[in-house]
């Protein structure tokens, strides 16, 4: 059994609220036995019940936030120490949950931090790879009229069967004509009648006319169709191109391609039918049956032999594939933008690095603009860091920014791997 | 999921102003009732606590240990509200304290001059008697009854453990208790309700 003066203790924890189960219990136990420790107990709510009443009518009412974050003073620019920039950089990793919103923008040029490095994927390029051979790939499949002109200018020839392709090369087919490739990667081409591409390498073609159906290998680099209309840009996937007078219809089958025009660029998911034209934006987008759309492909088939060629020939010779692509997100949490910084490591090789181009969406992956880096600024020695500005009026009312880096493919070989974007921004 | 208090002091560290309120809503309340307890009188509550809070803002590079920001936001505010005191000497001393600023309210008004009156008197001797108490109970007392914090958002910002707040507010309760006693209450159970927060 307590003791009265036990129970005494507890007495303003009990009132409080601030004891714990078997301590109530006990307590109510003995006063409801105890005639001189209900007395304290009455005795002790009265003075805690005045006091409360006494100061109630002088509690803080108002929200103090709103008045204390409109005024907000700059923050002492005094150095952090060392342990505290550990900490502040320790806790940025192993933070673990959600931002708040935010409505102000912070003092000038204060650099937001890189949340996640959601997706990267770097892998050096080949040091020693093959110079342009002259073959990067293989006709694997022939039918009807089909005609090949070469970046020489030599006038068309036909085309045979397990024979090699080499970039500049452009193919043309008849009426009721059909032809397969194959391009190190491995990457397949099928491609309808009427249909005219140009394979610029083994990453890039052109399909200027007609129709073609292409299997992107799933661990290749970036892989770019051009069109006239616009572009079809993937990883590993596979789709339908088909270029008609003033559009460009591209249907995804499997996997994710991304298709931009000059004004719009946009992420399309298997099923997903996008419609390109130029100046239009956003882009029209349907969801289709792709199989049905893509069915016309199944007729297709390579030839054995020329399978067992491209695998001796051409498919060894391509050095191991390595995608680009490097994705982050930056927190800016609604102040403006108006402009990204992206700083990179010092490449090994630079006068062989590419361009790149840069793809700006917002948290629900919604385009918000796109920018092209190109190669020169990657091959200034001792360059570390390039702005790309927001074009027209800088971002606002956008939490999150989901960044996009792809390699152009056009020109040099050797990777930049970018180890920090941020966003700037003035007072608004 | 409440982020920590250290995580949020970071985040402002790391330029991310709007976390700020985030630590202003969590402390509003105990920085309010501390300059409550130092200029409530001079009815400055309210404005030393915002300037306690950029105060706060400024130096949040100089808080050695963010998980303790609580405790060190305290000393801001003491700090603050000394300063206000010190600035203001001169026009206080010439100046009646009292009353205190408050907005008459509805129940005021039924009371008539008279209610006003008494609750004014009982202020007062509450006011004492708090004064009376030993000067480490003071401020876990206006927190509590000011505020209604629970002890362990009080442990939190006076830098005490739950433990010893629990101590202090109990032997606190049983000196304002006796100190109290004789102050009118009506007889059986007092019903009081937890302010909003």
Sequence with gaps: MATCRQIESLTQGYIDGEVSDSERLILEEHVSGCRVCDRVLKRHKQSTALLYETFEAYRLIQDLSAPVMAHLPEMDRAPLTAR??????????HETVGMSRLLRLLPALAPVLIVGLALAIFYSWPQNGHAPTESIGMVMFCQGEVSRSSEAGLDPQGVDLSSPVAAGDRFETGNEAAMMLSLAGPTAIKVAANTRVKIHNERRISVERGRAWLHVGKDVRLFRVNTAMGDA???????DVRVEQGMTVVTVADGCVQVETDVAFRELNAGEQATLRIGKRPLDVLAVDALAELAWAEAIVPDG??????????????PAPMAAEQFFVVQTNGRAVQSLTFEWKPAGDVANTGGYYVYVYDDQMSQLFSDHVRAEVFQIPDRRSVDVVVPGDPLRDVRVLHIKVVPDGDAGESETVFTKVSAWGIYP | MQLKDGDVVCRCLQGDAEAFRTLVQRYQAAVYATAFYYVGRYGASEDVAQEAFWAAYRSLPHLREPDRFGAWLREITCRTAANWLRRQGRRLASETPLPHRRTVSIEDAR???????????????????????????????????????????????????????????????????????????????????????
């Design chain 1, 233 to 239: 840009v993937v990883f590993g996937t596979t789709f």
């Design chain 2, 111 to 197: 009371q008539g001059p008279r209610g006003r009156a008494q609750g004014r008197e009982r202020f007062e001797r509450v006011q004492q008697a708090i004064d009376s108490l030993p000067e480490r109970y003071r401020l876990p007392v206006v927190l509590r009854y000011l505020q209604e914090l629970s002890y362990e958002e009080i442990s939190r910002f006076t830098g005490e453990s739950r433990d010893e707040i629990r101590g202090i507010l109990h032997r606190a309760g049983r000196q304002l208790r006796d100190l109290l006693a004789d102050i009118d209450q009506s007889e059986g159970e007092i019903q009081w309700p937890r302010a909003d927060r």
């Design chain 1, 305 to 318: 032999n020329a399978q067992l060629a491209f695998a001796d020939t051409v498919a060894p010779k391509s």
């Design chain 1, 84 to 93: 505290t920039v550990r900490e502040v950089n320790w806790r940025a990793k």
